[in-house]
């Protein structure tokens, strides 16, 4: 196994264990660190204090402070060049190629950010339905919550998700609990909470609609809470959120103070390009996830080919696909309806 995975599953309890303090991860890390830790936090308004992440300066308040130095100081430091600085974006991007660890080093990015500045709530928008799913399974999972509490004094994630709201009607309408449980949540110090969202729900009117009942008796719209507790948002495989379209607009609704983008591909759509793990470097270090394959190899058909010739849908109550059998030099074609199992082939 690749010593250099995120995880690795051992044989005999086939239960997955991290491998911490790999060098590419902890350096994605350490560049957001070198950014963020330069920008001062504020304490929010006595009202939200239990509830908000402490507060940065506002985007157009961001090109006044030493935050385009920093950029430019983590830029040189990690040898990216052709990228300058815009202090006047709040969108920090950390290209890394696929299955080098992105969802474990932004969840490691998430603790350090508690640690280091207190910052605790934490929005995840990803493209898909079955990305979400797997970000949740790993936020939730027994082995990366142990992972991380042994790493940050047991501290721990809480993940809220999202879903589609149930066709049910009735008099009243109300905001998904998710995001209620999420914008209300305080700070006990100890839990990260976070937020899983896609981008059909992003867009959906779930988030945009006004309901029955305000959060804080003030904010009746989902964007309008979420935005009100100061988030920091993560978003995973950006060039799935192209900056021109709809999308985009409606993740900047959320009010995260920073947007952090963790991506293989950007289309060359950088904001503010920090750190940077090619395909050459993930090869020349070894630490692209493997998959070894096993083919069991069978006497008996060393001598057999199965070759799909022809699908007919002419007749949709007998749709059916025509295959043709060699067994060496005999040769015949065989018709196999819709549903029917590839066992009658061979």
Not at 48 to 60: D, G, I, Q, T
Not at 63 to 70: A, E, F, N, Q, V
Not at 78 to 104: F, Q
Request: charged share 20%; net charge neutral; with cysteine.
């Amino acid at each position: 196994m690749n010593a250099t995975l995120p995880l690795f599953a051992t044989q005999q309890t086939k239960q997955f264990h991290f491998e911490g303090n790999l060098q590419h991860q902890q350096d994605a890390v350490s560049s957001i660190l070198a950014v963020l830790e330069n920008v001062t936090f504020a304490k929010p308004n006595q009202q939200m204090a239990l509830v908000s992440n402490p507060l940065a300066p506002k985007e157009k308040q961001l090109g006044l402070t030493d935050y385009g130095k920093s950029i430019e100081a983590v830029q040189k430091h990690n040898g990216i060049v052709g990228h300058t600085a815009k202090p006047e974006s709040n969108v920090l991007d950390i290209s890394m190629e696929t299955g080098t660890g992105k969802t474990y080093t932004y969840t490691k990015m998430m603790f350090e950010l508690n640690t280091r500045l207190k910052l605790f709530k934490f929005i995840v928008v990803v493209p898909t339905l079955p990305i979400k799913a797997g970000t949740v399974n790993f936020l939730k999972s027994q082995a990366s919550q142990e992972h991380f509490a042994t790493n940050y004094q047991n501290k721990s994630i809480r993940c809220h998700v999202v879903e589609s709201q149930s066709g049910k009607k009735s008099n009243k309408d109300f905001m998904p609990q998710s995001i209620i449980d999420f914008v209300q949540a305080p700070d006990d110090g100890q839990t990260i909470h976070v937020l899983v969202i896609n981008a059909g729900m992003i867009n959906s009117d779930t988030l945009s609609k006004k309901y029955d009942r305000a959060v804080f008796d003030q904010f009746s719209t989902p964007v309008d809470a979420i935005a009100s507790i100061a988030p920091m948002v993560i978003i995973d495989e950006p060039h799935r959120f192209p900056t021109a379209q709809k999308t985009w607009g409606n993740i900047q609704k959320l009010g995260g103070q920073f947007i952090v983008r963790y991506g293989a591909t950007f289309k060359d759509d950088y904001y503010n390009l920090i750190y940077q793990l090619t395909a050459v470097d993930a090869f020349n270090q070894d630490l692209v996830k493997g998959v070894v394959a096993y083919i069991e190899e069978f006497e008996g058909a060393k001598d057999t080919s199965i070759k799909l010739i022809d699908i007919d849908t002419s007749n949709k109550k007998k749709e059916e696909a025509i295959f043709q059998i060699k067994k060496g030099k005999v040769s015949k074609n065989v018709h196999l309806l819709k549903n029917e199992s590839l066992s009658k082939l061979d």
